[in-house]
Nanobody, 122 residues
Framework: QVQLVESGGGLVQAGGSLRVSCAAS????????MGWFRQAPGKEREFVAAITWSGANTYYADSVKGRFTISRDNAKNTVYLQMNSLKPEDTALYYC???????????????WGQGTQVTVSS
């Protein structure tokens, strides 16, 4: 089992920046690929970004590419999502997720956090 706890969400103006974090506990964190997803009101949950266990490979949704950066610190069992140039359409509940790597970054996650709210005002 892996337990995930997100933090760092909040209210920010459009064009601003925010960093959300996800602390993991349980089984060896470094074995897992970590992902960030988001869900806006009335919409389905969507993939945002993912990072492999070594950090060598990262994956992004087209909507956030060039603005968001995913990173991880295996010594701290923590994954981060740095969000720059935020837009009102980035407003959502942001979830952290984990799974054993199987070559697919955007789906099939086994473990989920409770989410942290990010609100971008115009």
């Amino acid at each position: 089992q892996v337990q995930l706890v997100e933090s760092g969400g909040g209210l920010v103006q459009a064009g601003g920046s925010l960093r959300v974090s996800c602390a993991a506990s349980g089984r060896t964190f470094s074995r897992y690929v970590m992902g960030w997803f988001r869900q806006a009101p009335g919409k389905e949950r969507e993939f945002v970004a993912a990072i492999t266990w070594s950090g060598a490979n990262t994956y992004y949704a087209d909507s956030v590419k060039g603005r968001f950066t995913i990173s991880r610190d295996n010594a701290k069992n923590t994954v981060y999502l740095q969000m720059n140039s935020l837009k009102p359409e980035d407003t959502a509940l942001y979830y952290c997720a984990a799974k054993i790597w199987n070559g697919v970054a955007r789906t099939g996650y086994d473990y989920w956090g409770q989410g942290t709210q990010v609100t971008v005002s115009s």
